[in-house]
């Protein structure tokens, strides 16, 4: 028996299979064949995007995780799961497929209103319009997140936003930056914060420099905001809820990072086995020798294990658990699994894995990051320790059963 024919409790559901197997086509087939192209960021790249873009949308592969009432394919959230992990196998994926802005555009759905909502939301969702989002700071740790320092104060009908904000992906071609700002400096730390839309516009918005991360071309970027005044109606939610929606955000979103690093992972698995099999020594393959036997046994073993866990956190939340030591979980170990994958990887490759010549190089660079955004491992794991250690002193203790 074939034992891709198998099923579990987190095989793939039979319904998904047709869409999950058009997207995996479109990846291999159109996307990861001009990733060279597309990582040119030139006029010539973004037309590129552009067409693929085009033929996603023709084709009803779409912004799939957006919820069908703000336009997009209404997909549920534990089937998105399965088809993330596939279309994370290339960083350009969910550029070509418009879910990049699935999390903003979330966000601005269940939070936004007026004038911000009617500016942004559609064309959001549409892909016409790139959103970002400004957490961090270059001069407060991001493991404590109440120590950030950018202010906004209301002032006739207006918020006045002053501060810095670094590591902020997108804004450079962003129509908007979702900041985090203090606006309440008398209330306690995490009640002190609110999210509010800045149109990347406006004057006192300035770009500062694109930050590269080693070495290569990021994405990310580094802002400035000097008086910078926007209506008060693009507050997101109430005054003071900015870390609760902020966390609402990232939940989520976790778990779309840790199946798009799946997809990477598999990729680069492929990739090793490939090679594994056909590059030659003494003439016999590469893959009879057993060291190289261990770095398929170990990666596989990561692949499997994380992908279970993710996949357990994920229906978690479906079933509207907060899962919270879940999540943090698959953060720390989703981040390892992937670093640890292409790292095998590049070794099977030689030489041949430090260059263009295959996607790991880049790969590898963009996974060691894993470890850092979103909140460091460090982070991660005092808090998921730190719930646990509760439940036992609460004389629950923890059923891993349950």
């Excluded at 550029?95 to 911000?116: F, N, P």
Aim: charged share 25%; glycine share 10%.
């Amino acid at each position: 028996m074939n034992p891709s024919t198998l099923t579990s409790a987190f095989s793939v559901p039979e319904h998904v299979v047709p869409l999950r197997r058009a997207v995996h086509r479109f990846l291999t087939e159109r996307v990861e064949p001009v990733e060279h192209a597309l990582g040119a960021r030139s006029p010539e790249s973004r037309e590129l995007l552009a067409e693929l873009q085009a033929q996603a949308k023709k084709e009803g592969l779409w912004a799939l995780g957006h919820p069908a009432d703000i336009g997009g394919g209404g997909m549920p959230f534990l089937d998105y799961v399965y088809v993330n992990e596939v279309q994370g196998r290339s960083d350009f994926g969910q550029y070509a497929l418009g879910t990049w802005t699935l999390q903003d555009s979330l966000m601005l759905s269940r939070h936004a209103a007026g004038e911000c909502r009617d500016r942004f939301l559609d064309p959001l969702v549409r892909g016409e319009v790139g959103p970002s989002f400004a957490m961090t700071e270059p001069d407060v740790a991001s493991s404590d997140p109440t120590g950030l320092t950018t202010s906004a104060e209301l002032v006739d009908g207006e918020w006045v936003l002053n501060g810095r904000k670094w590591f902020i992906t997108g804004a450079g071609d962003a129509a908007f930056t979702t900041v985090l700002c203090r606006t309440e400096p008398d209330a306690p730390p995490h009640r002190a914060f609110s999210l509010i839309v800045v149109p990347t516009d406006t004057p006192g918005f300035r770009i500062v420099r694109e930050t590269p991360v080693l070495g290569i071309s990021s994405g990310h970027y580094e802002l400035t905001l000097t008086d910078v005044r926007v209506p008060a109606g693009y507050l997101l939610g109430e005054r003071g809820a900015g870390f609760a929606i902020a966390q609402e955000r990232l939940g989520p979103g976790r778990i779309f990072h840790c199946m798009r690093w799946l997809g990477q992972a598999q990729r680069a698995f492929e990739l090793m086995c490939d090679r594994l099999n056909g590059r030659m020594l003494k003439g016999a393959p590469l893959g009879e020798t057993q060291l190289m036997q261990r770095h398929v046994f170990e990666s596989w073993a990561q692949i499997q294990s994380c992908r279970l866990l993710t996949l357990d956190a994920a229906s978690k939340i479906d079933r509207g658990h907060g899962a919270r030591v879940e999540i943090g979980a698959i953060k720390v170990v989703g981040a390892r699994m992937l670093h640890d994958v292409i790292d095998r990887a590049v070794q099977v490759h030689g030489a041949a894995g430090l260059t263009d010549d295959t996607p790991l190089s880049r790969m590898y660079r963009a996974a060691r990051s894993g470890r850092i955004y979103d909140g460091p491992d460090e982070v991660h794991v005092v808090n998921v320790a730190r719930r646990l250690l509760r439940e036992f002193r609460n004389g629950n203790g923890w059923d891993f059963g349950a």
